[in-house]
T-cell receptor, first 107, second 113 residues
Framework: TQLLEQSPQFLSIQEGENLTVYCNSSSVFSSLQWYRQEPGEGPVLLVTVVTGGEVKKLKRLTFQFGDARKDSSLHITAAQPGDTGLYLCAGGGKLIFGQGTELSVKP | NAGVMQNPRHLVRRRGQEARLRCSPMKGHSHVYWYRQLPEEGLKFMVYLQKENIIDESGMPKERFSAEFPKEGPSILRIQQVVRGDSAAYFC???????????FGPGTRLTVT
């Protein structure tokens, strides 16, 4: 059974700080997606990583896919209160989700 | 291009009643997925449908739950004789093909009283 484990589960930081969220598995995934979910809403797709070692940037967000395609990370530079939300990694055809990282950025 | 639409956004049912959740996929998407998000749990896959066909229902409870995606109209997730444990957020996602990214709707929050 494929599983995705995210860490940390909760993260509370001050505006301007940097942070990294990790998504790990013992299984190989052909691709991994990162979503962001706000309270009362559905997950919104941020990025898909496909190639081992791939790095994608989305403004202040940097996503990396591990060389072996078993793990991924999300790095946020100079976090802002608008970055607050639940960050989810997911993979597979019928998506398997990590348990999520609840990020709170305080002004 | 309108996104995935779900209705109702909130649904309250008493134990034993039926709940019908609707999902209209994005234009051009013929693949629909339903997921459930329980309190304290992550998003879990329930069922995958293509027009008029159930492709994979391995995540759906065997009893009381059913799903359809007719040739015309939205996909429907139906829960019969609801129980308190069915209270959750139900999300629909769609994609143009099984290997493409999935886009989620805003969800239906079901509360069983």
């Amino acid at each position: 059974t494929q599983l995705l484990e995210q860490s940390p589960q909760f993260l509370s930081i001050q505006e301007g700080e940097n942070l990294t969220v990790y998504c790990n598995s013992s299984s190989v995934f052909s691709s991994l997606q990162w979503y962001r979910q706000e309270p009362g809403e559905g997950p919104v797709l941020l990025v898909t990583v496909v190639t081992g070692g791939e790095v994608k940037k989305l403004k202040r967000l940097t996503f990396q896919f591990g060389d072996a395609r078993k793990d991924s990370s999300l790095h946020i530079t100079a976090a802002q209160p608008g970055d607050t939300g639940l960050y989810l990694c997911a993979g597979g055809g019928k998506l398997i989700f990590g348990q999520g990282t609840e990020l709170s950025v305080k002004p | 291009n309108a996104g995935v639409m779900q209705n109702p956004r909130h649904l309250v049912r008493r134990r034993g009643q039926e709940a019908r959740l609707r999902c209209s996929p994005m234009k051009g998407h013929s693949h629909v997925y339903w997921y459930r998000q329980l309190p304290e749990e992550g998003l879990k896959f329930m069922v995958y449908l293509q027009k008029e066909n159930i492709i994979d229902e391995s995540g759906m409870p065997k009893e009381r739950f059913s799903a359809e995606f007719p040739k015309e109209g939205p996909s429907i997730l139906r829960i019969q004789q609801v129980v308190r444990g069915d209270s959750a957020a139900y999300f629909c996602a769609s994609s143009p093909s099984p290997t493409d990214e999935q886009y989620f709707g805003p969800g239906t929050r079901l509360t069983v009283t």
